[in-house]
């Protein structure tokens, strides 16, 4: 069974333009987390979708957003870029919303801001 | 604010050489304590998902323990593959069932 799918792998972008990151699940899974992981935060959580919908976001700025679709691949774009959002970005699968389903994690994209 | 403190930071160990790594949380009414492993370059790995004070799992070299205010990562005989960051990680109160990772434990094992 392929795992998560993250695309790109690696991203080099500029102060204040934009970025579209990709996730695609493991098929079968319905619900879909980002992360953001950095050498000083660790993990922090960005948002949760689930049946297209939104269903928990962390506390990020509105300039992150993101977006499920029907099959469950999900986007996250993050506009007006910083520095600070140099980081690795990870998207997480689970069969369902349950702690019973655990999150099943890509390998994440390596986005550079300068 | 509900926080996952990990120690310690780093860990270096010889092949063989077994130790505990530490999870503390200040989460009350626990609803599970996950933990991941998480090699370079790549993305966590589920581990282990404990639901209640006394629970124990165990794979190859790892049992992860969990009382009421910590889970305990033990490595026994551990060897050179077992060198990676290993995190946890719990849901917060208030029902929410995103997850709050510690920070990691990075675990080096000489030959």
């Known amino acids: 069974k392929a795992g998560v799918t993250q695309t790109p792998r690696y991203l080099i972008k500029t102060r204040g333009q934009q970025v579209t990151l990709s996730c695609s699940p493991i098929s079968g899974h319905r619900s879909v987390s980002w992360y953001q992981q950095t050498p000083g935060q660790g993990l922090q959580f960005l948002f949760e979708y689930f049946s297209e919908t939104q269903r928990n976001k962390g506390n990020f700025p509105g300039r992150f957003s993101g977006r499920q679709f029907s099959n469950s691949r999900s986007e996250m774009n993050v506009s007006t870029l910083e520095l600070g959002d140099s980081a690795l970005y990870l998207c997480?699968?689970?069969?369902?919303?349950?702690?019973?389903?655990?999150?099943?994690f890509g390998n994440g994209t390596r986005l550079t801001v300068t | 604010e509900d926080q996952v403190t990990q120690s310690p930071e780093a860990l270096r160990l010889q092949e063989g050489e077994s130790s505990s790594l530490n999870c503390s949380y200040t989460v009350s009414g626990l609803r599970g304590l996950f933990w991941y492993r998480q090699d370079p370059g790549k993305g966590p790995e589920f581990l282990f998902t404990?639901?209640?004070a006394g629970e124990e799992k165990e794979k190859e070299r790892l049992k992860a323990t969990l009382t009421k205010k910590e889970s305990f990562l033990h490595i026994t005989a551990p060897k050179p593959e077992d060198s990676a960051t290993y995190l946890c990680a719990a849901p917060p109160q208030g029902g929410s069932e995103k997850l709050v990772f510690g920070k990691g434990t990075k675990l080096t094992v000489n030959p």
């Open positions: 404990l639901y209640s």
């Open positions: 997480a699968s689970s069969l369902d919303r349950g702690l019973g389903s655990p999150l099943h």
